[in-house]
């Protein structure tokens, strides 16, 4: 569940932990997030504002496959997304955090991270929104991973749909 990763956020009226993010948009040119939540027992919404503290916003750095070491770019993957994601029923916000999450995630590993595993962080939760998406965008970026993993994963979508319609 993508909203569990989310979660140990109290619920401010019955102190439920079990709380769940419905919206994410960034603010303040990307320094911050804000999350509209709801409390899944009693029901109770609110909004949570997250800031990246300055000194963990440390730059991230990938390492290509050819060795080579680039900045973290977040609006590039945000861009691919977003491409991959075309007439799908996704807002650019799903990307922003998705993005957000996984750049969060490089750094508490040490701020080095290879493509690859960028790639497999994006995919890995890219395919928990939507499964269209997940092989448009898993093509496109076909580096990240093994190709034969891919289409392992097609096929098992498409055997889960199978039963009905396409
Ligand atoms: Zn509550």
């Keep these: 569940m993508l909203a569990a990763k989310f979660g140990g956020v109290q619920c401010p009226v019955c102190s439920s932990e079990e709380t769940r ?24 919404r609110f909004n949570t504002f997250e800031r990246v503290e300055v000194s963990a916003h440390a730059a991230v750095l990938v390492t290509k496959q050819s060795g080579q070491t680039e900045p973290f770019e977040a609006a590039k993957i945000v861009a691919g997304l977003t491409a991959a994601a075309k007439g799908r029923p996704l807002a650019a916000a799903d990307f922003e955090s998705l993005v957000f999450e996984v750049e969060e995630l490089a750094r508490r590993r040490g701020g080095v991270v290879t493509s690859r595993w960028i790639g497999l962080a994006v995919l890995e939760r890219l395919k928990q929104l939507d499964d269209v998406a997940y092989l448009r965008f898993a093509s496109v970026y076909k580096d990240f991973s093994e190709i034969g993993d891919f289409q392992r994963e097609a096929q098992l979508i498409k055997h889960e749909s199978s039963s009905g319609p396409t």
């Excluded at 419905?22 to 709801?38: E, P």
């Design 21 to 44: 993010v419905v919206d994410s948009r960034s603010a303040d040119d990307g320094q911050s997030i804000r999350r509209r939540r709801a409390c899944s027992d009693c029901g109770h």
